[in-house]
C-alpha cells in the first residue's frame, strides 16, 4: 500500500535538510533512499528536496505565483472579520422576527425593519453595527445564519375533492393567464385542518391570495359546507385595502357551485377555475397555504369552536404581521440556456408596499394603510401569534429567543 501525501511530506520535511548539506556522493545516497521511499521520479524528487522550506516563483499560463515547497497546509490569512458577533446577534433576531427569510428577501427589507424596530424600541444597535447591516450582502446573512437553518420541514396533504356541477359555465385559466398588473383579482383555495383523520367534520381555512401584490387574508371556517365558505369569502372582502375583481379557484365542489356562481354575476365579478390536476394553475394560493396558513397553525386536527375561535383571532393578528412586514418577489422572466432555467425576480417588497405603488388603489385606502402601518410593532405581532398558537415543541419558541436579545 503505497503512502499519503501527507505522509510523504513529511519524510521530504525530514530529508531535505540533510540532502542540502551533503556532498554529491552523498547526495546520490540519499536522492536513491528518497525515491525508493516515496516512488516519485529521480528529477522530481531531486528538485523538492533542493528547493523544500523556499519560496518559488511560479510561471504559468494565470500569471507569476508564489508557493512554499513542502509546506503541509496553507496559512490562514488572519484578517478581522467585518461581520462579528455584534453584527450577528441582532441579525439573528431581525430574521426571527420577519419569520426565517432568505438572504435575498432580507437583505432589502433590512432599510426599513431596522429603523421600524428602532421606532417601538425593538432594537437597540451601535451606529456602527447598524451601518453594517444596511450594507451586507444577501450571501453573507445565508452564510452567517446557515447554522440557523436545518429546522422545519412538514409535507402537507391534499384534500380536494374534485366537483362536476358547472364546470362547463365556468371558464378555465392556466398559471400563464394570470399576468394582471390590477390589484382585485384573486385565487382561493381550502386548507384542511384533519390532523391525518379525515373523518367527520373539521376546521378549514379559507385561503385568498391576490394575484398583483400578494395580499392574503385568511379565515377559518368550520367545515366545508358552501354556506360556511361564502360567508367567509364575503368577510374577507370587506377586509381587502381594494376592490374585488375576479376568482379564480380549483375545480372543488366548495368553490364550484351555483351560488357562488350567481354571487359572481351578481356583482359583477369574473369567476374562473383551474384545470384539473394542475395546481400549478393555482400557484400563488398555493404557496401561500404553507408560507401563511401552515408554518402559522401546522396539521394538527382542530374540530371544536374554541379552537375555530383561536384561529380566527390568530388569523387576526397573522393577517397584519403577513401583509405589511413580510416581503416577497415576484417572478419577472424565465427562459431557457440550453439545459439551464434562468429565472429573473423583482426587487423583495412586501404586500402593503406593493399596494402603496398600485395606481388602481385609491388615495384614501393608501392614507388608511399608512396610518395602520405607523401604528404597528412586528415584535408585538409576531407575541400576539405565538401566545395565541402556543408553542410547539417542533417549532421554535420565539418568545425565548426574542426575550433573551431584548435583554442584552
Same mark, same amino acid.
Given at each position: 500500500?503505497?503512502?499519503? +501525501?501527507?505522509?510523504?511530506?513529511?519524510?521530504?520535511?525530514?530529508?531535505?535538510?540533510?540532502?542540502?548539506?551533503?556532498?554529491?556522493?552523498?547526495?546520490?545516497? !540519499?536522492?536513491?533512499?528518497?525515491?525508493?521511499?516515496?516512488?516519485?521520479?529521480?528529477?522530481?524528487?531531486?528538485?523538492? *528536496?533542493?528547493?523544500?522550506?523556499?519560496?518559488?516563483?511560479?510561471?504559468?499560463?494565470?500569471?507569476?505565483?508564489?508557493?512554499?515547497?513542502g509546506e503541509?497546509?496553507?496559512?490562514?490569512?488572519?484578517?478581522? $472579520?467585518?461581520?462579528?458577533?455584534?453584527?450577528?446577534?441582532?441579525?439573528?433576531?431581525?430574521?426571527? !422576527?420577519?419569520?426565517?427569510?432568505?438572504?435575498?428577501?432580507?437583505?432589502?427589507?433590512?432599510?426599513?425593519?431596522?429603523?421600524?424596530?428602532?421606532?417601538?424600541?425593538?432594537?437597540?444597535?451601535?451606529?456602527?453595527?447598524?451601518?453594517?447591516?444596511?450594507? !451586507?450582502?444577501?450571501?453573507?446573512? %445565508?452564510?452567517?445564519?446557515?447554522?440557523?437553518?436545518?429546522? +422545519?420541514?412538514?409535507?402537507?396533504?391534499?384534500?380536494?375533492?374534485?366537483?362536476?356541477?358547472?364546470?362547463?359555465?365556468?371558464?378555465?385559466?392556466?398559471?400563464s393567464?394570470?399576468d394582471?398588473k390590477?390589484? #382585485?383579482?384573486?385565487?382561493?383555495?381550502?386548507?384542511s385542518? %384533519? #390532523?391525518?383523520?379525515?373523518?367527520?367534520?373539521?376546521?378549514?381555512?379559507?385561503?385568498?391570495?391576490?394575484?398583483?401584490?400578494?395580499?392574503?387574508?385568511t379565515?377559518?371556517?368550520?367545515n366545508?359546507?358552501?354556506?360556511?365558505?361564502?360567508?367567509?369569502?364575503?368577510?374577507?372582502?370587506?377586509?381587502?385595502?381594494?376592490?374585488?375583481?375576479?376568482? %379564480?379557484? %380549483?375545480?372543488?365542489?366548495?368553490?364550484i357551485?351555483?351560488h357562488?356562481?350567481?354571487?359572481?354575476?351578481?356583482?359583477?365579478?369574473?369567476f374562473?377555475?383551474?384545470?384539473?390536476?394542475?395546481?400549478n394553475?393555482?400557484?400563488y394560493?398555493?404557496?401561500?397555504?404553507?408560507?401563511?396558513?401552515?408554518?402559522?397553525?401546522?396539521?394538527?386536527?382542530?374540530?371544536t369552536?374554541?379552537?375555530?375561535?383561536? *384561529?380566527?383571532?390568530?388569523?387576526?393578528? *397573522?393577517?397584519?404581521?403577513?401583509?405589511?412586514?413580510?416581503?416577497?418577489?415576484?417572478?419577472?422572466?424565465?427562459?431557457?440556456? #440550453?439545459?439551464?432555467?434562468r429565472?429573473?425576480?423583482?426587487?423583495?417588497?412586501?404586500?402593503?408596499?406593493?399596494?402603496?405603488?398600485?395606481?388602481?388603489?385609491?388615495?384614501?385606502?393608501?392614507?388608511?394603510?399608512?396610518?395602520?402601518?405607523?401604528? *404597528?410593532?412586528?415584535?408585538?405581532?409576531?407575541?400576539?401569534?405565538?401566545?395565541? $398558537?402556543?408553542?410547539?415543541?417542533?417549532?421554535?419558541?420565539?418568545?425565548?429567543?426574542?426575550?433573551?436579545?431584548m435583554?442584552?
Amino acid at each position: 500500500m503505497g503512502l499519503t +501525501m501527507r505522509t510523504k511530506r513529511e519524510i521530504t520535511k525530514e530529508i531535505a535538510p540533510r540532502y542540502q548539506k551533503s556532498r554529491e556522493r552523498e547526495k546520490t545516497k !540519499i536522492l536513491d533512499e528518497f525515491v525508493g521511499l516515496t516512488g516519485y521520479t529521480r528529477c522530481y524528487a531531486s528538485w523538492l *528536496l533542493r528547493n523544500c522550506g523556499r519560496k518559488i516563483v511560479m510561471k504559468g499560463k494565470g500569471g507569476r505565483r508564489i508557493i512554499f515547497v513542502g509546506e503541509i497546509r496553507k496559512r490562514k490569512r488572519k484578517r478581522k $472579520r467585518v461581520y462579528d458577533e455584534e453584527v450577528l446577534k441582532p441579525l439573528k433576531r431581525i430574521w426571527y !422576527i420577519m419569520d426565517f427569510p432568505c438572504g435575498k428577501r432580507l437583505r432589502p427589507s433590512l432599510k426599513w425593519i431596522v429603523p421600524k424596530l428602532e421606532q417601538h424600541g425593538e432594537l437597540r444597535i451601535s451606529k456602527e453595527v447598524r451601518e453594517k447591516l444596511l450594507k !451586507i450582502s444577501s450571501a453573507t446573512i %445565508d452564510r452567517l445564519l446557515r447554522s440557523e437553518k436545518r429546522k +422545519m420541514e412538514l409535507k402537507p396533504k391534499a384534500k380536494t375533492k374534485p366537483g362536476t356541477l358547472l364546470k362547463h359555465q365556468i371558464p378555465v385559466r392556466t398559471f400563464s393567464d394570470w399576468d394582471d398588473k390590477r390589484p #382585485g383579482f384573486v385565487e382561493i383555495d381550502l386548507v384542511s385542518h %384533519d #390532523g391525518g383523520n379525515v373523518r367527520g367534520d373539521f376546521i378549514q381555512t379559507l385561503d385568498v391570495t391576490d394575484v398583483a401584490t400578494g395580499w392574503t387574508e385568511t379565515e377559518a371556517v368550520r367545515n366545508r359546507a358552501q354556506v360556511w365558505v361564502f360567508e367567509a369569502l364575503k368577510k374577507i372582502q370587506k377586509r381587502l385595502p381594494f376592490e374585488l375583481l375576479g376568482i %379564480d379557484s %380549483d375545480n372543488d365542489t366548495v368553490f364550484i357551485n351555483a351560488h357562488l356562481l350567481r354571487y359572481c354575476e351578481r356583482n359583477n365579478l369574473t369567476f374562473t377555475r383551474t384545470r384539473v390536476y394542475r395546481k400549478n394553475d393555482n400557484c400563488y394560493v398555493e404557496q401561500k397555504n404553507w408560507t401563511v396558513v401552515r408554518r402559522a397553525v401546522g396539521y394538527l386536527r382542530y374540530d371544536t369552536e374554541e379552537e375555530l375561535k383561536t *384561529l380566527n383571532e390568530l388569523y387576526k393578528w *397573522l393577517r397584519l404581521y403577513t401583509n405589511f412586514f413580510q416581503p416577497m418577489m415576484k417572478l419577472l422572466e424565465k427562459r431557457r440556456v #440550453g439545459s439551464k432555467v434562468r429565472k429573473k425576480y423583482d426587487e423583495p417588497r412586501t404586500p402593503y408596499q406593493r399596494v402603496l405603488e398600485s395606481q388602481w388603489v385609491n388615495k384614501e385606502n393608501k392614507e388608511k394603510l399608512k396610518s395602520q402601518y405607523d401604528k *404597528l410593532n412586528p415584535v408585538e405581532l409576531k407575541r400576539k401569534q405565538e401566545l395565541k $398558537r402556543g408553542c410547539n415543541k417542533r417549532e421554535y419558541s420565539l418568545n425565548s429567543h426574542i426575550n433573551s436579545y431584548m435583554r442584552q
